[in-house]
């Protein structure tokens, strides 16, 4: 989208100094917010950020409702800082909303095939290297600062992966599989001084497969032997977890979440959106990452298929269930090649 501005054109000297100065200031000139449930900023020819509601489980509020009654929009003072903001109930459950940055597909028209997508998904050196097909699956190279501020409830900021097994997904073609990389959630304990683990702030939300365990809902601290035996057990919100890995240099909870009961995948329900959920043992505002390892690594394990899955589009925000806050983007970078 071009950005407006409603400044006057100068009619003196003075004036046009005092534009040329305003100018200079970061975010001075051309800071926009935007409170519609399906607003958004266009960020480059392949990037937009979204304000993305959904209905939740407080009430019979529509999604538009709940975004003019609960405050929740997004912001763009610049390059160097944009995000979005919240305000939902304390004891809200299920996800109210995702904003994010996204690139490529994302359930709208017009940015199919943006920015190097779709990403062919396949093991490496699985195919002989011709003129047309690379033996190689390409890199989704990526990087982002943020900070949050004044942050309740319960939330998971991170990235989402969408597969298609089509390499022209529209707007109404569902994902048949979602990954999701998250660096940052209210569900990891906080840390004290000494290492020690503390609860997290309200376990009890955690309804949806892109949020937290909901295994500990009590008040007392979480020991290594708590931790060690929910990973081994949790059937939690996450799904069920199924390993502990390091890929980018960082420690990752991974977890499965199904159609069937017990989270498994066979051949029967291998395209029945499956949801992959890598969730960072601490949580970070700053990552560089090449997502591509985290599909590698579910193929090393056969979860995925080998053949005929693309990746149609990345996307980084926050799922919000509760409570309220603000994320201030001041670093974003992606490149697939």
């Not at 028209?109 to 050196?125: H, L, Q, S």
């Not at 840390?191 to 309200?202: E, K, N, P």
């Not at 051949?267 to 499956?274: E, H, I």
């Not at 509760?322 to 974003?332: A, E, M, Y």
Request: proline content about 2%.
């Amino acid at each position: 989208m071009t950005k407006k501005s409603n400044l006057k054109k100068p009619i003196c000297a003075l004036a046009s100094m005092t534009l040329a100065a305003s100018l200079l200031i970061p975010g001075a000139a051309f800071a926009e917010e935007n409170t519609e449930t399906t607003g958004s900023f266009s960020l480059n020819s392949n990037t937009y950020l979204s304000n993305t509601g959904w209905a939740g489980n407080t009430g019979s509020m529509t999604s538009s409702d709940q975004n003019m009654t609960n405050g929740q929009s997004i912001f763009y003072d610049n390059a160097n800082s944009f995000g979005y903001k919240w305000a939902y109930p304390a004891d809200a459950t299920g996800l109210q909303s995702s904003p994010a940055i996204s690139y490529g597909w994302h359930w709208t028209n017009g940015y199919e095939g943006a920015g190097n997508m779709p990403v062919d998904v396949f093991r490496d050196n699985s195919r002989n290297s011709t003129s047309s097909r690379s033996s190689q699956m390409k890199n989704i190279d990526t990087s982002v600062a943020y900070s949050t501020a004044d942050v309740t409830g319960d939330y998971a900021t991170g990235y989402t992966l969408y597969i298609h097994n089509t390499q022209q997904a529209g707007m109404e073609t569902a994902p048949k599989a979602t990954i999701k990389v998250i660096t940052s959630t209210s569900a990891n304990p906080a840390m004290t001084d000494d290492t020690g683990m503390m609860d997290a702030s309200d376990m009890s939300n955690r309804t949806e497969t892109s949020t937290g365990t909901n295994v500990f809902t009590g008040n007392t601290a979480m020991t290594s032997s708590d931790m060690d035996n929910m990973m081994a057990t949790d059937m939690g919100a996450w799904g069920q977890w199924i390993d502990m890995v390091s890929i980018g240099g960082s420690n990752w909870n991974v977890y499965r979440s199904t159609s069937s009961s017990d989270n498994t995948v066979t051949s029967a329900n291998m395209n029945d959106n499956v949801t992959y959920t890598f969730v960072r043992t601490a949580n970070t505002d700053m990552i560089s990452l090449n997502l591509t390892d985290f599909v590698k690594n579910l193929l090393d394990r056969n979860e995925l298929m080998t053949t005929g899955d693309y990746i149609s589009g990345v996307t980084f925000g926050t799922d919000v269930m509760s409570g309220s806050g603000k994320l201030t983007v001041t670093d974003w970078n992606i490149n697939v090649q």
